[in-house]
Nanobody, 116 residues
Framework: QVQLVESGGGLVQPGGSLKLSCTAS????????LGWYRQAPGKQRELVAN???????SYGEFMKGRFTISRGDAKNTVYLRSSSLEPEDTAVYYC??????????WGQGTQVTVSS
């Protein structure tokens, strides 16, 4: 079992910045992919960014250049940052881990609202 604890989010003004963090705990495989997805009202959940256990990042369509994913000092923590949020970025942001050989786990989600 793996547990994911998310923090950050809330109300952000257009053009403002965002920092989300996700920490995984429990039985984590030597190989995993840890990252962020988001789901806006009426839309499908989509990939924002992933970071694998080797440190390689991948981004969803139109996300690269707007969001940056990074690893904390502890490899089981990832951060998602953006410095130019738009109202279209309003969504529930979910942390997810693909724990290779075990399964997928999702966090509870954190709401990000971009509005003046």
């Amino acid at each position: 079992q793996v547990q994911l604890v998310e923090s950050g989010g809330g109300l952000v003004q257009p053009g403002g910045s965002l920092k989300l963090s996700c920490t995984a705990s429990g039985t984590i495989s030597g190989r995993y992919v840890l990252g962020w997805y988001r789901q806006a009202p009426g839309k499908q959940r989509e990939l924002v960014a992933n970071l694998n256990s080797s440190g390689s990042a991948s981004y969803g369509e139109f996300m690269k250049g707007r969001f940056t994913i990074s690893r904390g000092d502890a490899k089981n923590t990832v951060y998602l940052r953006s410095s130019s949020l738009e109202p279209e970025d309003t969504a529930v942001y979910y942390c997810r881990i693909n724990n290779i050989g075990d399964g997928l786990y999702w966090g509870q989600g954190t709401q990000v609202t971009v509005s003046s």
